[in-house]
């Protein structure tokens, strides 16, 4: 199953996803203690002015951002402000009472601009992040925990009916803190809004529901690697959350266009072809088969248990069913790969499926074939370490990234995905024609599937926000965007993208040809010069 990792971290080097963990715990967060308030400091003063503000600590914390002269990504120990702001539960029902909701603020200057870092999960404990916009604007940066998340709970922790958790009410509650601190402190800079993948789509939304309700808060919004999925309604008319249009990007596009001949450009039609040895191969299909129980074994045996009971989902063929497994975690697993890792980093650890499929491969081949298919992109760092490719890469940051990662809690993200947001499919057209049918592998998969697990338990829009959100993006004439995308990153076949939205003079879409999940545009690592330029061009005309 596709996530929108909570990069908090890779997003903090490679990307957010802060996007995404696919832990589904419900593990409570606990914050840990500040420093007690300095009730000389301005900011606390200017902060306790405030009604709705309580709760201000100050504390020196591990900040991720930019050194100003190299545009590296670097950790430094830098004075953080967090505070509690209180919302409303329900912002159309007064009397539903309150909750209070996280806030983080890193202070530059009361004259200086503001970002708003929209959040779509909760807070990394140990990490905060200043984002590369922030340091474009040389801007105060205001981090907002995403409701349901972490410690802002409109109810419960136990409580599994998350009524309130839209995107909806998330909006409401960034309009309360931006208008409110607009208006008490921060008065004088431009507002920016931006966040990266369902951080990003929190920012996009924002500026959705600002213009439905005519707010005038922000005066630009740049979500990078923000997917809008719109879900699938099949032939009989029925609705499903997945949407098959990150898939469908991965397996046509990621790592496509390179020269001729080189690394990459072999990778990627060894890639392609993979799929179809599963199904044609069957020494390739039982190496796959053998991966996906290494990675998953409990979801191999309910594949098992399919079979064995006469499911409906079973194909009623062993062998088909298994491999159809077996496709969907090699997806999962390259999906997690183009995400989170440039891809000339592990291009070279791609198999030659064509000589694999020879009768010259060996078993030591075959190994290393299933090894592939099994990693993820920390599996994949691993073996970067061992064989010293690194081409100027910094894997340790990437590393802590990944072991960060584990941290977040993102149980709530599957529900909101159900609802409203969308979640990513595979796409199996490319097995059509062989012993297995795209619907098949579907069917067997279904078991997996969020609409599967929540189908019945939450009320479904049937697609209608992101519709709605795709249909506004091409009219709309209020709100300045900037959708920043990687041409690499799977994420962007569900993207506002020329690909899939008309021009409009108020949205600017940017595609980086080397960038993966991430908004480090500064760095020539992360994104081409002409990209940043691109950005800086339309920042300096919305902010005018």
Known sequence: MKSLYLLVSLLMVIA???????????????????????TDDEVIQALKTIPEISNIKIGTESVIGEDPDTKEIVKTQEKVYN?????????????SGTYTQRVRLIFKGFDKNVVLHTHGYNFHEQLVMYTPLATQLDANQINV?????????????EDSRLT????????????????????NIFTKGKWASSGVSKDGITTALQAYYSDKYNWRDIDVFVPF???????????????SCQDVAPGTYLYKTCGNGYEAGSVEAKGYESLRKIPYYICTNEKIRKAAIAAAYNVNPSGYQEVLNQYNQKSPYSTGDQEKDLAAFAISSYFDRLFDKFSYLYYYLWASLVPDIDYLVSDNASDEDFARFKNFVSWNAEDVI???????????ATTDIYWDFLQSRREVDTAPYYVQGFKE??????????????????????????????????NGAYPQDKGKLMTDFLSWVETETTMPMIFVYAYNDPWTGGGV????????????????????????????????????????????????
């Open 497 to 544: 993208t020329s690909a899939r939205v008309k021009p409009n003079p108020m949205v600017v879409s940017i595609v980086d040809g080397i960038a993966i999940h991430n908004n480090y545009f500064h760095n020539r690592k992360a994104y081409l010069q002409a990209s940043e330029n691109a950005i800086v061009e339309a920042l300096n005309k919305f902010l005018k």
């Open 225 to 239: 690697c923000a997917p809008f999925l719109t879900g699938t309604t099949s032939a009989d008319g029925s609705f």
């Open 83 to 95: 505070f509690d702001f209180t919302q409303p539960i329900d912002h159309y029902n007064p009397t």
């Open 382 to 392: 691993n073996e970067v370490r061992k064989i010293s490719l690194t081409r100027g």
């Open 145 to 157: 925990e995403h409701r349901y998340f972490g410690g802002s709970l409109p109810e419960n922790f």
């Open 421 to 454: 947001l969308g979640i990513a499919e595979s796409d199996y057209s490319c097995v059509d024609g062989t012993f297995l049918t795209a619907e098949q592998c579907y069917k067997v998969n279904y078991h997996f599937s969020t609409q599967r697990q929540y």
């Open 164 to 183: 309130y958790l839209n995107a909806d009410q998330q909006a409401h509650d960034l309009h309360n803190i931006v208008s409110t601190l607009r208006k």
């Open 16 to 38: 957010l996803c802060t996007g995404c963990s696919e832990d589904d715990s419900m593990t409570e967060i606990v914050s840990p203690q500040k420093e007690e308030q300095n």
